[in-house]
């Protein structure tokens, strides 16, 4: 199946809803998928932020103090306490700062093209998950219209059937036993059309909610069933790999993580190193109106280097954590592994059963429209009865909608077979 790009649109309807067009809808319209790609922008802002504590920092602090009550204080030769200080202090602090070194920076800036990937493949996933959805339900939209359009044509022939029957008994050449069957049929005919009516109401629903389609408004479905028959063959001799996978490359990703989030554990013996300076603007006035009037002016540098000496064990504790967290995540590996193979062999033993029911029914049904034909003519030669129309029209009815809905599951299998070889890809 082939995939089509992310494409947006300007309509928010569909003028043709086709299996590509309403697969291509759900890409953008989607929430599942808009809210991944939302993720992935909140992603790249939040990297940006852990990022940008490698750059220089600088501050400004403004504070203003009114000291009503000073501090007093004893000087030697002086037995009075004397009041210290200005009634009105304020000071501006212009404040600059660089990280040296810090092991949470550090590992923001390894580990940000992974991260990046992470959120990238998750949205991915969505679409792939979204593709496979929409086009079961797709599908299965189709088998209920076939359905539909196979009672409609029941009914026409069921009421020509009827009228043929009802003169021959007004003519006197049959009993009242034909005509009433003819309307058992008729009637049973249109009470499946109505069932079907319904039901198609029900999935054109559910298909606009996976979607991401508006429900207030109806979805035109447009199909070539004799493509579709075309398109039922794959080829079965293939075999999975793993790489094609986005749940295998979410591993590999995770993985990459786990192995940054050792080496980001191990840092921790490490000392942190940051550098600082100050410029300092001091004001001091008895007076509130003459407080910027004086300035006195202070300055410094400042290094610091913060030495991690014991901490009870944790650090230790942390990293053979984070080794088992990497041991584990080698294990979901080989498990997916045989998951992928798991799942890609019942995918293709479901297919290979619906293609020979699809297969089989398909001549059923080639067969029944014979006999169809076949005691059609000849009852109204005198030769079968009507019994015989009633049965052969009901075995043909019943191998179309065999067919159909043999066909659309042949389908649907294929999705599933495609998903587990990885073929479904964006």
């Known amino acids: 199946?082939?995939?089509?790009?992310?494409?947006?649109?300007?309509?928010?309807?569909?003028?043709?809803?086709?299996?590509?067009?309403?697969?291509?809808?759900?890409?953008?319209?989607?929430?599942?998928?808009?809210?991944?790609?939302?993720?992935?922008?909140?992603?790249?802002?939040?990297?940006?932020?852990?990022?940008?504590?490698?750059?220089?920092?600088?501050?400004?602090?403004?504070?203003?103090?009114?000291?009503?009550?000073?501090?007093?204080?004893?000087?030697?030769?002086?037995?009075?306490?004397?009041?210290?200080?200005?009634?009105?202090?304020?000071?501006?602090?212009?404040?600059?700062?660089?990280?040296?070194?810090?092991?949470?920076?550090?590992?923001?800036?390894?580990?940000?093209?992974?991260?990046?990937?992470?959120?990238?493949?998750?949205?991915?996933?969505?679409?792939?998950?979204?593709?496979?959805?929409?086009?079961?339900?797709?599908?299965?939209?189709?088998?209920?219209?076939?359905?539909?359009?196979?009672?409609?044509?029941?009914?026409?022939?069921?009421?020509?059937?009827?009228?043929?029957?009802?003169?021959?008994?007004?003519?006197?050449?049959?009993?009242?036993?034909?005509?009433?069957?003819?309307?058992?049929?008729?009637?049973?005919?249109?009470?499946?059309?109505?069932?079907?009516?319904?039901?198609?109401?029900?999935?054109?629903?559910?298909?606009?909610?996976?979607?991401?389609?508006?429900s207030g408004n109806d979805l035109n479905i447009v199909y070539d069933s004799l493509q579709m028959e075309k398109e039922v063959d794959m080829d079965t001799l293939q075999a999975p790999n793993f790489n094609n996978r986005i749940e295998y490359q979410q591993l590999l990703t995770q993985r990459k993580l786990m192995e940054a989030n050792v080496r980001y554990e191990k840092t921790s013996f490490i000392p942190t190193a940051s550098l600082s300076s100050a410029y300092n603007l001091n004001y001091l006035n008895d007076k509130l109106s003459k407080l910027y009037n004086n300035n006195y002016p202070n300055s410094y540098i400042n290094l610091t280097i913060g030495v991690p000496i014991f901490q009870g064990g944790k650090r230790t504790s942390k990293i053979r954590s984070a080794e088992w967290s990497l041991k584990r995540t080698d294990w979901d590996i080989k498990n997916l592994q045989s998951s992928v193979n798991s799942e890609y062999s019942q995918a293709q033993a479901n297919y290979k059963s619906y293609l020979a029911n699809y297969i089989a029914l398909k001549e059923n049904m080639e067969l029944a429209q014979e006999v169809y034909d076949v005691i059609q003519l000849q009852y109204k030669n005198g030769i079968k009865t009507y019994l015989e129309v009633i049965t052969s029209e009901s075995d043909l009815r019943t191998a179309r909608i065999n067919y159909y809905n043999a066909l659309y599951t042949v389908l649907a299998s294929k999705v599933d077979v495609q998903k587990s070889l990885g073929q479904i890809t964006y």
């Open 1 to 214: 199946m082939p995939m089509l790009a992310q494409q947006r649109t300007g309509d928010s309807l569909l003028q043709e809803a086709t299996l590509q067009s309403v697969i291509q809808y759900a890409i953008v319209h989607q929430p599942l998928v808009q809210q991944a790609i939302i993720d992935e922008n909140i992603t790249n802002e939040t990297i940006k932020t852990k990022l940008a504590d490698w750059y220089p920092q600088l501050n400004f602090n403004y504070s203003y103090q009114n000291n009503f009550q000073l501090t007093r204080s004893l000087f030697p030769g002086n037995p009075q306490p004397v009041a210290i200080g200005a009634y009105n202090t304020s000071a501006g602090q212009f404040v600059a700062s660089q990280t040296l070194f810090n092991r949470d920076v550090l590992l923001a800036a390894k580990t940000k093209g992974e991260v990046r990937t992470q959120s990238k493949q998750n949205t991915v996933k969505n679409k792939i998950d979204v593709t496979v959805s929409v086009s079961k339900a797709f599908y299965d939209v189709l088998a209920t219209i076939e359905q539909i359009k196979v009672s409609q044509q029941d009914i026409v022939r069921l009421e020509s059937s009827l009228k043929n029957a009802e003169a021959q008994y007004k003519a006197g050449v049959t009993d009242k036993t034909d005509y009433k069957r003819a309307t058992i049929s008729l009637n049973n005919a249109k009470a499946a059309l109505s069932t079907n009516i319904a039901v198609l109401k029900s999935k054109k629903e559910y298909l606009k909610y996976v979607m991401g389609y508006p």
